[in-house]
Each structure stands twice: as structure tokens, then as C-alpha cells.
């Protein structure tokens, strides 16, 4: 079978429309967006990372690798991209460390945006409290070349000895990379009602086709996504409130690119004096949200605010490395309403005003993504 390529759907106009042109336009649309690449890889056998060490996690068993882009014989700690577009990427690190000595470990993907390399940090925090350590990373990572530009599991180890790599199911570190939209393409659409056919005597015009079969496609292709993220590098205060309490994080970079790499929000749905993102079409969407401080302490939370109701999606608080930057990431799926907004949450309970983390400091900045999953 050949390849689907992304979908650039024909626009019809009056006439004859045969059979074929039309059986060729829909069936590479429904080829490739019913089988996108997508990429699951495990670490089953474990591996050293040495004091103050990084290493790319090994990726011995994949779950799913649908257009191979996970050549275990050439470089099993990389997936390299298939077909250019925005990845959803995940990946967790489970670390061998049950000690009490809190030791300040970090989750990152390692990527290319466009060519040029980049680390983005995810949960970066203390392990010390008997239990090993799982940390969280994630993104929307637009690689752009073929078989060149890539995503891949890194751990950061800054402890006086080496730590292993936890490798007993369930526990496993994995990376996780799925194609959720192109590059670009055509925005403003609705959601796809797939309207029934006309029957006879009816008939089939190319205004039809170009609202039901053109822009659904198009739709498919390029659904509502945000990526945005805080670049000032020493960011807003964080006050210390206990029990948890809310302040929303700004976010000051959500088009073009910057230190945080490439930013964007295709339908246009953020609100910059409300630091909010408000949904442009109704649907089931994935939210992303990472937050990072100048110093930890007590507790420290990441969530969500949507519409005003905030739902916490990760906190840590045993141990926190006093005077020492954390990071903590989470992930939900919520159905929105065209119009709702989502927010991204902070609180923290050192005792003490903290700063908020943006690019210009590191790889583990705020930052909030969104992508439109189905209606």
C-alpha cells in the first residue's frame, strides 16, 4: 500500500466529478488520519546513570511503531520524525532511588525544532522519601524534517552516585510520540457535523463537497492547538498560601518563537490580559501544563482553572529541596464548550515569595499546551 501523505484535500467547483478523484482525495485523507504515526517504546532492561550524569533512556520494546521511524539497530533511544508535523510527546522516568538523601533529578525530552536542538525539562524534583521517583515531561514538538529531526527520553542524575533506571512492570520509563496536526493549514472551520447525503432526485453539488469532505479534512489536518509558555527569565512572584491556593501563571509567549522554542495558537484563542486560552469549537481536548519556581519548599502545586474551577492535577511536598528550583508537570482531558476558558494554576507553601521559571532561565519554564482531540 502506499504511504497516505498529509491531507491537502482538492477544492471541487461545479461539473462532472468522477468517481476516481473523488475515491483518491478521501481515501489518503482517511488513510492518513485514521493511521497516523504514531510511536510507544519501553525500557524494559534498565541502565546506569552516572553521578551528575545525563543519559538517553534506551527504548528496548516498542508497543507501537506504525510508520518505523524507532530503528532499534541504529539508535534505540530516538524516534525520528515520519511525516512533518506537531508531536504530542511523552516521557516518564522511573529511578532505581529508595535513599533518604533528597537528590534533585530532572525528566527532559531532547528534540529539534526545525533543526535546531532543544531541551525541554519537565518534572524536576527531589527523590528522597523511600519511593523511587517518576517524572513527567511533555510537549508539542513541531519537527519539520524527515528522518532528521527527532524526540527522545532524557534523565538528568545530579546525585554524588550513580542511579539505575527502574525496569520492573509496571514501573518503566517509556517516550510516547504522536502526530496531532500539521505544520499549517486552514483554521476558522467548524467541527464536522457529517451531514446525511442528499438522495434522488437530489444531488450532490460542489458546495457540498467543499464543506463536507474539503473541510473536514482540513479540520482533521489542523484542529485547535495552543502552545504557549512564560520567556522572561525571572518571572512573576508566586506568594506562599496554605491550604493550596490558586494564581494563575502568565504566559508571555504564545506565537512566533522565542527561547522557549516555537509557539502557537492557530485559532487564535488566547487572551492575554486574562492569561487564558478560550476554546474555539466544542470538543474533547488534552491540556498540558508545567510550572516551575525559583526555590522549593512545603508544598508546591500545578492544576488548571476552567471557567473559574480549579482542579489540581499534580503537588509535591515530600522532600523539597529548600533554596533549590523545582518543576512539576501534569496532564488532563476535559471536554470543553466553545467559549469556555482554561487557565494555568500555581501555589506553592515555602513561607516565602517565590519567582515563576520562564525560558530565559532554563529548559524547565511554564508553560501551558493544548491540542483538540474529537467531538
Known amino acids: 500500500m502506499t504511504t497516505p501523505s498529509i491531507p491537502s484535500p482538492a477544492t471541487w467547483s461545479s461539473g462532472p466529478v468522477t468517481t476516481k478523484a473523488l475515491r483518491a482525495d478521501v481515501?489518503?485523507?482517511?488513510?492518513?488520519?485514521?493511521?497516523?504515526?504514531?510511536?510507544?517504546g519501553y525500557n524494559i532492561g534498565g541502565g546506569i546513570i552516572p553521578a551528575n550524569g545525563v543519559i538517553s533512556v534506551p527504548l528496548d520494546t516498542e508497543?507501537?511503531?506504525?510508520?518505523?521511524?524507532?530503528?532499534?539497530?541504529?539508535?534505540?533511544?530516538?524516534?525520528?520524525?515520519?511525516?512533518?508535523?506537531?508531536?504530542?510527546?511523552?516521557?516518564?522516568?522511573?529511578?532505581?532511588?529508595?535513599?533518604?538523601?533528597?537528590?534533585?533529578?530532572?525528566?527532559?525530552?531532547a528534540t529539534t525544532f526545525a533543526g535546531a536542538g532543544s531541551s525541554l525539562i519537565g518534572d524536576q524534583r527531589a527523590g528522597g522519601n523511600g519511593f523511587q521517583p517518576s517524572l513527567l515531561a511533555f510537549d508539542l514538538c513541531p519537527l519539520a524534517t524527515t528522518g532528521s529531526d527527532y524526540v527522545r527520553a532524557v534523565a538528568r542524575n545530579p546525585s554524588s552516585a550513580a542511579v539505575g533506571l527502574f525496569a520492573t512492570s509496571p514501573n518503566l520509563s517509556y517516550?510516547?510520540?504522536?502526530?496531532?496536526?500539521?505544520?499549517?493549514?486552514?483554521?476558522?472551520?467548524?467541527?464536522?457535523?457529517?451531514?446525511?447525503?442528499?438522495?434522488?432526485?437530489?444531488?450532490?453539488?460542489?458546495?457540498f463537497l467543499n464543506g463536507?469532505?474539503?473541510?473536514?479534512?482540513?479540520?482533521?489536518t489542523y484542529p485547535p492547538l495552543?502552545?504557549?509558555?512564560?520567556?522572561?527569565?525571572?518571572?512573576?512572584?508566586?506568594?506562599?498560601?496554605?491550604?493550596?491556593?490558586?494564581?494563575?501563571?502568565?504566559?508571555?509567549?504564545?506565537?512566533?518563537?522565542?527561547?522557549?522554542?516555537?509557539?502557537?495558537?492557530?485559532?487564535?484563542?488566547?487572551?492575554?490580559?486574562?492569561?487564558?486560552?478560550?476554546?474555539?469549537?466544542?470538543?474533547v481536548y488534552t491540556i498540558g501544563g508545567q510550572a516551575g519556581v525559583s526555590a522549593g519548599g512545603g508544598t508546591f502545586a500545578v492544576g488548571f482553572s476552567v471557567n473559574g474551577t480549579v482542579t489540581w492535577?499534580?503537588?509535591?511536598?515530600?522532600?523539597?529541596?529548600s533554596g533549590q528550583p523545582a518543576c512539576i508537570a501534569g496532564i488532563r482531558r476535559v471536554r470543553l464548550n466553545a467559549g469556555d476558558t482554561v487557565q494555568l494554576v500555581?501555589?506553592?507553601?515555602?513561607?516565602?515569595?517565590?519567582?515563576?521559571?520562564?525560558?530565559?532561565?532554563g529548559g524547565s519554564f511554564c508553560k501551558m499546551v493544548i491540542f483538540w482531540e474529537s467531538a
Open 27 to 40: 481515501s489518503n485523507g482517511v488513510s492518513y488520519l485514521s493511521g497516523r504515526p504514531l510511536f510507544i
Open 63 to 109: 508497543a507501537v511503531d506504525n510508520w518505523g521511524g524507532h530503528s532499534p539497530a541504529v539508535d534505540n533511544t530516538v524516534y525520528l520524525c515520519q511525516s512533518p508535523g506537531w508531536y504530542w510527546t511523552v516521557s516518564v522516568i522511573v529511578l532505581a532511588y529508595t535513599t533518604t538523601t533528597a537528590a534533585l533529578f530532572a525528566s527532559e525530552i
Open 175 to 207: 517516550l510516547s510520540a504522536r502526530w496531532v496536526a500539521a505544520l499549517s493549514g486552514t483554521t476558522g472551520l467548524p467541527v464536522p457535523s457529517n451531514p446525511a447525503w442528499p438522495v434522488p432526485p437530489g444531488y450532490v453539488t460542489s458546495s
Open 212 to 220: 463536507n469532505i474539503r473541510d473536514t479534512l482540513r479540520f482533521l
Open 226 to 283: 495552543f502552545r504557549g509558555y512564560l520567556a522572561t527569565s525571572s518571572g512573576p512572584s508566586l506568594p506562599s498560601a496554605a491550604p493550596l491556593t490558586p494564581t494563575v501563571v502568565t504566559l508571555d509567549t504564545t506565537t512566533g518563537s522565542g527561547s522557549g522554542g516555537p509557539a502557537t495558537d492557530n485559532y487564535s484563542g488566547w487572551h492575554s490580559g486574562s492569561n487564558s486560552w478560550q476554546a474555539p469549537v466544542a470538543g
Open 313 to 321: 492535577v499534580k503537588s509535591i511536598g515530600d522532600p523539597i529541596i
Open 346 to 361: 500555581a501555589s506553592q507553601s515555602s513561607g516565602a515569595t517565590v519567582n515563576l521559571i520562564g525560558s530565559g532561565t
